[in-house]
Nanobody, 126 residues
Framework: VQLQASGGGLVQAGDSLRLKCEVS????????IGWFRQAPGKEREFVAA????????VYADAVKGRFTMSTDNAKNTVYLQMNSLKPEDTAVYYC????????????????????WGQGTQVTVSS
């Protein structure tokens, strides 16, 4: 499974961005697609995840109500719509995919993801 993240950029606080993650390869083997972010000097943290069936969506408390994850399965593409951006959202954002055996309780942990994209920089100025 290969993942390609894009859509990052430099925006002002309160603006919106939509990140895109294009998934290729054995996409049917991935049970969840997730977004993580890593700010300088900080550990990688969970942002959101969605099941391949789109029946499950999970968000970190820090982004709940502002970020929305969606998929276009026909295009094997996953989106992260980010609204009301804050300076603390500044980070490199990574999309990742699990294998088919991962259970829901694990999807907030980076160790549950076997495949990672290269990351896209999001910078929010105050």
């Amino acid at each position: 499974v290969q993942l390609q993240a894009s859509g990052g950029g430099l925006v002002q606080a309160g603006d919106s961005l939509r990140l895109k993650c294009e998934v290729s390869g054995r996409t049917f083997s991935s049970r969840y697609i997730g977004w993580f972010r890593q700010a300088p000097g900080k550990e990688r943290e969970f942002v959101a995840a969605i099941s391949y069936s789109r029946s499950v969506r999970v968000y970190a408390d820090a982004v709940k109500g502002r970020f929305t994850m969606s998929t276009d399965n026909a295009k094997n593409t996953v989106y992260l719509q980010m609204n009301s951006l804050k300076p603390e959202d500044t980070a490199v954002y990574y999309c990742a995919a699990t294998n088919s055996r991962v259970i829901l309780s694990e999807i907030k942990f980076a160790r549950a993801y076997d495949y990672w994209g290269q990351g896209t920089q999001v910078t929010v100025s105050s």
